[in-house]
């Protein structure tokens, strides 16, 4: 029996298995680690190695664009020094040897083949032991180019732009398939911290992009993260029905001073068949009624962007402010506008906003 035969013979009953979650140490080193919020809602957050200062990660949207903003471009023979850890990221497997179809087209390994160079071990087994599974020989692992690299997410230049994060406890990069596997994969590696750690950590004033995600917007905005969210909403409201095409931004001034900027690129209001309906059941004329949907069109023809300078005390303060209008109970822009804010009950907003007209 060869050596390779007896060392990947060895790996058959290994299970794949994650790396146990560990508590950052206050005074450790956590550039290029994912931090755990252990005191809230087990948040993650991204300490960016080159800046050592951290990025909020609320879900996949802002993952990839973590991955686009703070990846480094490296060839394939210089990603081959460092070794692959697997995790299961749902992928499809067409060949069944246990590694999806995006994983095997990064690795160079054919995904309709389980065993791609044909000596009779599977991709799998060959890239769990260290193996060249398109090829012959090991692979070879630079120790140097591992420690200088550990935390950095690595995009494979010469292929298609795969996505890689080289995990800091144990030196093995591991493959992100797309926006959404990048926040799951940096989730299942990252390590528990403490509130005090990670608010210790400068956050990056680098605007997130977060796709259409208003829930990410929400969650970045309490957790100090600028962000921008744009997306395509409908409010039915006071026998009304608005479609708008919206976008939000938050970004930081100074220290607990922020702007808020709340843009429409498109709005229109109509009483659709059922609002209509009960609107002329409690007395209303089809007159009044369309009357009213020319007006209200009429008002917002020329499309606008509203600013507000705002300082707060906390993130939490904006959030309900956030939600409630989310679901149009209130007017965002004017109750932000209000000198000094003042929300009743659960919604107070403690500081002062300054309405901006661009």
């Known amino acids: 029996m060869s050596l390779k035969t007896r060392i990947l013979a060895s790996l058959v009953g290994i299970v794949m298995t994650l790396p146990m979650t560990a508590l950052a140490q206050v005074s450790g080193n956590n550039t290029g ?33 973590t991955m686009r903003v703070y990846g480094l471009g490296v060839l394939s023979k210089d990603l081959e020094k460092i070794p692959v850890g697997l995790v299961a990221d749902g992928d499809i497997d067409s060949d069944g040897d246990g590694l999806g179809d995006k994983i095997e087209t990064a690795l160079g390994t054919d995904p309709n083949q389980a065993d791609t160079d044909g000596d009779g071990f599977s991709d ?64 299942l590696l990252g390590v528990g911290a403490p509130s005090m750690v990670i608010e210790s950590i400068q956050t990056v004033d680098r605007v997130i992009d977060c796709g259409n995600n208003k829930d990410c917007f929400i969650h970045s905005t309490e957790n100090w993260q600028p962000a921008e969210v744009n997306w395509d909403d409908e409010l039915r409201l006071l026998g009304v029905r608005t479609r708008s095409s919206a976008h939000w931004k938050f970004e930081r001034k100074t220290d607990r001073s922020y702007f808020f900027t709340q843009g429409f690129n498109h709005m229109q209001y109509d009483v659709p068949t059922d609002m209509r309906a009960q609107r ?11 009357a009213q949907v020319t007006s209200l069109n009429a008002e917002t023809a020329t499309i606008y962007t509203m ?43 403690i500081g002062k906003c300054v309405q901006r007209q661009k």
Not at 280 to 287: P, S, V
Request: proline fraction near 3%; hydrophobic fraction near 35%.
């Open 33 to 65: 680690r994912v931090l755990l919020d252990v005191q809230k809602h087990g948040e993650a957050w991204y300490v960016v190695p080159t800046s050592k200062q951290k990025v909020y990660l609320p879900d996949g949207n802002a993952a990839y664009d």
């Open 124 to 187: 799998k087994m060959e890239v769990i032991g260290g193996y060249r599974a398109n090829g012959t020989g090991t692979l070879s692992v630079d120790k140097l180019l591992v420690t200088r690299l550990k935390g950095r997410i690595l995009l494979q230049t010469d292929r298609a732009g795969q996505a890689w994060y080289v995990n800091p406890a144990d030196g093995k990069r591991y493959y992100m398939k797309d926006g959404q596997a990048a926040y799951v994969v940096m989730r």
């Open 280 to 290: 002329l059941a409690a007395g209303e004329t089809e007159t009044s009624i369309d």
């Open 307 to 349: 600013r507000y300078e705002c300082t707060l005390e906390s993130g939490s303060q904006i959030a309900p402010v956030l939600k409630r209008w989310q679901v149009g109970d209130i007017n965002f822009g004017a109750k932000l506008a209000e000198d000094p804010v003042v929300l009743t009950g659960d919604y107070e907003l």
